[in-house]
């Protein structure tokens, strides 16, 4: 079986990124990670990438002039590593239009919030601050247009009385490692097809019952 190239970009402890080497592990999965890259040489993700026998590549943001130039050297570096997709995994990075035009169709992220809803950062404490019942996690395919790409798949959890940020944020965070792996799959296999704006899923299967908070009596 041949497998897509992926590389996966990070800025800190590489939760995410860790989700799907794990997932990559596995012999029928159809992507490998073959690179991850950060713009912080001192993320500790690299560290964790490394001890799982990645390659890996720091390309600091600040010995650049200008996100052009960044973005330049992020291009060459997965060009020079033949990736095929690349997968955000909390890189704290705004890509400039060009770059994403270039992999339109093959860069995905992961934001910690049932996009449209809660764009950007502090998702989790905008959430609780607006009394929301559900939150959750996105997996969505990027454009120049932060946050707004079409939306591959999502999950919802519960907000539960008394949450803190730091509570939800965990409960979202193992959705986040949930649906990452499945959203990479879906791609790499051609099954995740942008159409319109909207991403259309082959070989759809039923979801379960939708999760309704508070529970209907």
Known sequence: MSRARVAVLISGRGSNMMSLLEAAAAP??????????SNRPDAHGLVRAEAAGIATLAIDHKAYADRESFDAALDAALEEAQVDIVCLAGFMRLLTPGFTQKWRGRMINIHPA???????LHTHERAL?????IHGCTVHFVTPEMDVGPIIIQAAVPVLEGDT???????????????????LR?????RARIV?????????ELAPP???VPPAI
């Open 28 to 37: 029928d999965y159809p992507a490998e990670i073959v690179r991850v890259i």
């Open 165 to 183: 940020p730091d509570t939800l944020g965990a409960r979202v965070l193992a959705q986040e490692h949930v649906i990452y792996p499945a959203a």
């Open 186 to 190: 879906l791609v790499t296999e051609g």
């Open 210 to 212: 939708a999760l309704v």
């Open 114 to 120: 049932l996009l449209p809803s809660f764009k950007g």
């Open 129 to 133: 601050a607006e009394g929301v019942k």
């Open 196 to 204: 319109e704006n909207r991403v259309a899923i082959d070989e759809f």
